[in-house]
């Protein structure tokens, strides 16, 4: 399986990094870069319908079925994104390998004094004596997701060259602008045309998730009333400070860094603007959808009480749903998909880490899409930073899974 690590450091230096502001899909041209490469790929070790997509950038390919006549299973889907987030540059990573890890501190970059410290990443300790990747600490690794993309493609290349493996219809999907949200806007699931899916997109090895946050975008709009500072009194609305009294408004313990698990949050992520207007873009999470319907009133009712004090039309709320808890296209119907997947990591040693994501992924989407597809590890860990690394053999383990998993479906 070692094939993974060769693959996987190739795809990390292709800069594949996704922008929000961008109007156009993909939201960046190079992320199609990695997408022509994978395609050509999968058309040299001899995969059917490979198809990559010139307009939106996705990747199609197909691995027939190899099951003996009478025989059947569903066909089976896995996917993973090709872009990388936005918070830390993608371009020219350098990635490191660590052989038998050690323990301890590991220096990034000693120029930069860029140093991943065992004290503030203890789950370290687990992984002594063996190996890892890490960066050179002035860029992301991209292990979210390009592990998920070469852990599937290599994957593709043993059920190719071991046609004696029987299995059933295997296809397989890459997808652009996950980070930013749009990953299967134009996604084909016709097409692609799996009754099941996995996507292979999650963080430590075990992961297997199966519950997602209920996500909304907002946009809140504040609109104040520029005046020059020296006659100002009783005719200045600043804007600025309209947007903090709102925010001033949403519970304090109802925030990301003072919640986990199962509870939900509101997140205002980037502001601009100045005395006249401005911009605040807030997220709003829940895995309970009462509680999400409950968040988006009470963000709203906020914005009314304001208007009332304020003005009509001083706060402008503009809100979309993004996208929904899997768990209700998941159980109880498609439990089997949990189920095999656990199974299959029992096979290969590993212990199942089922939780919650406090996050979405492409297969959230999907799974309203009508392609039950539920999420499985990469074992990457600190996604979308400088800090970001994965174990080599936690990545060979998830190949393995893979298998598994096609194994199971086709009953053997």
Known sequence: MSGVVDRFLRYVKIDTQSWSPSETFPSTEKQKDLGRLLAKELQEMGASGVRFDEQYGYVYATIPSTLKEGKTAPALGFIAHMD????????????????????????????????????????????????????????????????????????????????????????????PDEEVGAGVDHFDVEGFGADYAYTVDGGELGELEYENFNAADVVLHVNGRSVHPGSAKGRMKNAILLAQEFQALLPAHEAPEATEGYEGFYHPGTIQGNVEQVDVDYIIRDHDLGKFEEKKAFFQKAAAFL??????????????????????????????????????????????????????????????????????????????????????????????????????????
């Open 307 to 412: 208007n009332e004090k304020y003005g009509a039309d001083t706060f402008v709320v503009d809100m979309k749903d993004s996208y929904y808890n899997m768990k209700e296209k998941i159980l109880p119907e498609n439990a089997h998909l949990i189920e095999n997947a656990a199974k299959a990591m029992e096979m290969a040693g590993v212990k199942p880490l089922i939780s919650p994501i406090r996050g979405g992924t492409d297969g959230a989407r999907l799974s309203f899409m009508g392609l039950p597809c539920p999420n499985l590890c990469t074992g990457g860990l600190n996604f979308h930073g400088k800090y970001e690394y994965i174990c080599i053999e936690s990545m060979e383990k998830i190949v393995q899974i893979l298998l598994n998993i096609v194994s199971l479906y086709a009953g053997n």
């Open 84 to 175: 990388t987030a936005m918070s830390v540059s993608g371009r020219d990573v350098k990635p490191r390998i660590i052989e038998n890890y050690p323990g301890g501190d590991i220096v990034l970059n000693e120029a930069l004094s860029v140093v991943m410290k065992e004290e503030d990443n203890p789950e370290l300790a687990g992984y002594v004596g063996q190996s890892l990747i890490v960066t050179d600490g002035t860029t992301l690794l991209g292990a979210d997701d390009k592990a998920g993309v070469a852990e599937i493609m290599t994957m593709a290349q043993y059920l190719l060259a071991h046609p004696e493996i029987e299995h059933g219809t295997i296809r397989i999907g890459f997808t």
